[in-house]
């Protein structure tokens, strides 16, 4: 790069910009209150058009917020992803970013989901009502972590014949449940360009199927920035919103597999 | 973040923080507005960029007016161990003074340009985003503004 160039590179960084504001709250909220549905006179047949159906609606303004909170923190925090998001979805509680670049997968390590517990005991220190798969029965093990207001819950299922274990998990299923309308942006996704994303609807309800090629998942800290020790690889998931809750399917099947685990989800006998 | 390189191409367009604070909140709303419209694979922050431009070139059109630039250098925080001898100092103080004061001289579309690239470090596609113009026409913009940038310093020079 030329001299000039560079002393303006460096000008640049040295420069007094006005403090941000705090634009993400302010437009969440002009969202949210419907400024976008209510254009100036002689403008609103136009702009109504475009307005999507009201559930994804609120997708879309927890994707926008997330957009615009979040889009370049995991990039500051993981060396190697370096580029812009190429693709964004949303969902209340986790939202998916596909980047070009992703950043060196961490070494695989045991997961921790808390303290076990049986599945009564989950029951009774959660904030919300814990599903589970009637498809697959009870779990083989149930932990509860408990630091996340209103808990979070993980129901883990060993492999069986036609469910064998996911290499991230070892597991046949991972089934983990949070209050999502308490964690919008809880946990997120860091896919790359070969893996298959897919916004669909289970039950009626949004959800988002995530299949295939390298990706990651991750959780959020209160700052909103990635927790670096919480990154690791995952297999297919399916994420998906049941109320207040999400929920979130890890294992090594398919689609069709998935779809039909996450049809059986009924609160747990005796709730 | 977006918010923070949104908000400050506005401010770059407009030359005021209230009126780049509202380009920005009104290119956030519309952006989710148009967000089911976005080509999927296309890279997220020109198009994104491109909104935020419209609002601040619309807010100077409806205003009739467009403030100035006010290019100012931060207070220096020197990391520790990093302290240039007091020649070396006075060299780069000097140098930055001589570029702000060649910077002010120049047209705002000039100015407009260099900002974009240099200072907010835009990829050459954001850089023609933020500028309105085709990506081939960015080179040679800037490649213009320089020129002129480079005559403005020997001229304060002289």
């Keep these: ?271 | 973040m977006h918010q923070t390189i949104a908000f400050r191409t506005a401010w770059v367009i407009t030359g005021s923080a209230a009126d780049a604070e509202e380009a920005a909140q009104d290119a956030f709303v519309k952006a989710h507005a148009a967000l089911p419209r976005f080509r999927t694979g296309a890279p997220f922050r020109p198009w994104l960029l491109t909104i935020v431009a419209n609002e601040a070139r619309n807010r100077i059109k409806a205003a009739g007016r467009r403030e100035r630039l006010a290019l100012r250098v931060a207070e220096e925080r020197r990391p520790g161990g990093a302290v240039p001898s007091p020649e070396a100092a006075l060299l780069v103080s000097e140098q930055r003074e001589e570029l702000l004061a060649a910077l002010g001289r120049l047209s705002h579309a000039d100015r407009e340009a260099i900002a974009c690239r240099y200072f907010l470090e835009l990829s050459e596609a954001e850089t023609a985003a933020a500028l309105g113009c085709a990506r081939g026409t960015v080179k040679s913009r800037l490649s213009r503004a320089l020129d002129r940038l480079r005559s403005q310093m020997e001229a304060g020079d002289a």
Excluded: C
Excluded at chain 1, 8 to 13: A, D, E, K, P, V
Excluded at chain 1, 100 to 110: F, H, I, T, V
Excluded at chain 1, 170 to 181: K, Q, T, V
């Design chain 1, 1 to 271: 790069m030329p001299e000039l160039e560079r002393m303006l590179t460096r000008l640049g960084r040295e420069l007094e910009y006005p403090p941000t504001p705090d634009l993400a709250r302010r437009v969440a909220g002009r969202v949210r209150a419907g400024a976008a549905a209510t254009p100036p006179e002689g403008r609103s047949r136009a702009r109504r058009r475009i307005l999507p159906p009201a559930s994804l609606r609120r997708a879309l303004v927890l994707a926008l917020v997330a957009l615009l909170l979040l889009a370049g923190t995991v990039f500051a925090a993981v060396p190697g992803v370096r580029d812009a998001v190429l693709e964004f979805f949303g969902i209340q509680g986790a939202t998916v970013e596909r980047r070009a670049q992703l950043p060196e997968p961490p070494e695989l390590r045991p997961l921790d989901l808390g303290g076990r517990v049986t599945l009564s005991e989950a029951a009774a220190e959660l904030d919300f009502t814990p599903l589970v798969p009637a498809a697959l029965g009870d779990p083989d093990a149930v932990y509860v972590r408990r630091e996340l207001p209103g808990g979070e819950l993980s129901l883990a299922y060993r492999p069986r014949p036609g469910l064998p274990a996911a290499r991230t998990t070892r597991l046949a299923l991972l089934a983990s449940e949070f209050r999502g309308d308490l964690h919008p942006d809880l946990v997120g996704k860091l896919a790359g360009p070969g893996t298959r994303i897919e916004q669909l609807q289970v039950g009626g309800r949004p959800a988002i199927w995530i299949e295939g090629a390298q990706h990651f998942f991750f959780y959020r800290g209160p700052d909103g920035n990635l927790i670096e020790s919480e990154l690791r690889l995952a297999q297919n998931v399916l994420l998906i919103e049941r109320g207040r809750v999400l929920v979130r399917l890890e294992g090594a099947f398919d689609r069709g597999r998935a779809l039909e685990i996450a049809h059986s989800l009924a609160p747990s006998p005796g709730e």
